[in-house]
């Protein structure tokens, strides 16, 4: 049975979580709360990342202002100065923020791979970096267009 649950029910799930700034639009709000952790764990998913994996991840990202694309040679020609290790890591963050439900188990496990030590834990940081990465570009477009509006 579920359960009705009101704002900020669920925060204290969050405790012991990293903790960012909240963002303005939502401050003093539980979203705002959920956001700012979520931002946090994404800055460390990206550590997990080679510097330069990390940077293609932000520039294909921005290149499509983080709308969805279904995977495609595009992705690869985008990664293509990565070597194999970097770029596993980077399709799986690239895929998380542009084409979700093309990431695949065996995409995963292939990240995994490149270092026994990344583990659920770091999986989740990894998608979280890819997944706000889209969500910024898509805030940044909505902010602009209410704001011309």
């Not at 998913?45 to 293609?56: E, I, K, M, S, V």
């Not at 690239?94 to 270092?115: F, G, H, I």
Request: proline share 5%; charged share 20%.
């Amino acid at each position: 049975m579920w359960e009705r649950l009101r704002p900020g029910d669920t925060l204290p799930l969050l405790k012991g979580m990293p903790a960012g700034q909240e963002p303005s639009w939502a401050a003093g709000h539980p979203v705002g709360a959920a956001y700012a952790t979520l931002s946090a764990v994404a800055a460390q998913g990206a550590g997990l990342l080679a510097p330069a994996a990390a940077t293609a991840v932000t520039e294909v990202v921005a290149a499509h202002r983080g709308r969805c694309r279904p995977r495609g040679s595009w992705l690869e020609q985008a990664l293509d100065g990565l070597s194999e290790g970097e770029r596993a890591g980077a399709l799986v963050a690239v895929l998380a923020a542009l084409a979700p439900r093309d990431l695949t188990d065996e995409d995963v496990a292939a990240w995994r791979s490149t270092d026994r030590r990344f583990s659920d834990h770091c999986t989740v940081y990894l998608l979280a970096f890819g997944a706000m990465a889209a969500v910024e570009h898509i805030a940044d477009d909505t902010a602009a267009a209410l704001h011309r509006g």
